[in-house]
């Protein structure tokens, strides 16, 4: 069975023609690479609401914001893999269930890097103004922003279905990616348009950022030359998470170049589209953070001094 996301909610057009080896043991990959990122990533929710520091911080906010998103992304993008492998074609109701949060989740994570880099613009090229501008009640503020994008660029085409299509349609049963259920060429053509300006968006966002910091890091200060390596940081987490849209055309590029291999192309361009960003953002923004980090190891350690003690107690 062949994968190809043609699309940023992991749309996946199949061809059935994995062996059933094939099938489960690319089902057990995804699946164990899914749970070991859960778990980091729901570790350093659970730090984020141990220590109050970081709910007083825009900065942790949207990080951990981020990691949440990823949960969610990570669990329809996944679910719809099984499913499709395990069943083939599901019912579009079902379908409908899975592929919207996974659109919103998708479109949320640029948005959200551009959001994390203006943050971290303001507090090198502005820092006496930081408190003023980037405040725990706007951080929230800007997330609904972010919630509230990604929903509008895809409910208008759920409006669309549920007032052109039929009602023997949402039983039926289909290859559950975005074409095949939001099939009206308005939908097809707002996607794309909705794409490009969330691309254009987020990259000058960025790049906007990245000049500002490099310029004051010309100071030598160390802080600025951390945010400016920072600035990159989210350009390359921002490229890996974009590369879905530019997915169709490389497949078919591929194909046309190894038209033999189309199976293990698009396990490939699964891995590094859904499971390598979402497993990038903890280490890069969560482990790479000196302050996070040190309440992280004291969570951990906390959790393993009970058993330690009670260890203790036996001997």
Known sequence: MNLTHADSNATITLKYSDTFVTAVSRSVIVVVLGITISYIN???????????IFKLSPRY?????????????????????????????????????????AIITTQNTPLNLAFMGAECCVSVCAPLRYNYICTVKRTYIIIGIIWAMSSLSVMPDLFIVLAVEPPQFFLSRVLCYRDTVFRSSYSVNKRDASHILFLVVVLLTLLYSYCRILFVARSADAD?????????????????CTLVYVQPILTKLLVYVLPERISEVNFAFFIIN????????????????????????????????????????LS
């Open 224 to 240: 600025a030359k951390k945010a400016r390596n920072t600035i990159l940081i989210h350009g390359f987490q921002l490229l890996l």
């Open 42 to 52: 729901a570790t350093m929710i659970h730090t984020f609401n141990k220590y109050q």
């Open 61 to 101: 906010i949207l990080f951990i914001h981020m990691v949440l998103n990823d949960i969610i992304q990570l669990a329809t993008s996944i679910s719809l893999f099984i499913f499709l492998y395990a069943f083939q074609t599901i019912y579009v109701s079902l379908c409908l269930l899975i592929i919207l949060p």
């Open 274 to 313: 859904q499971i390598l960003p979402r497993l990038g953002s903890p280490m890069v923004y969560g482990l790479r953070d000196k302050t996070f980090r040190k309440y992280l190891k004291k969570h951990l350690c906390a959790v393993n001094h009970p058993a330690k003690r009670s260890l203790k107690v």
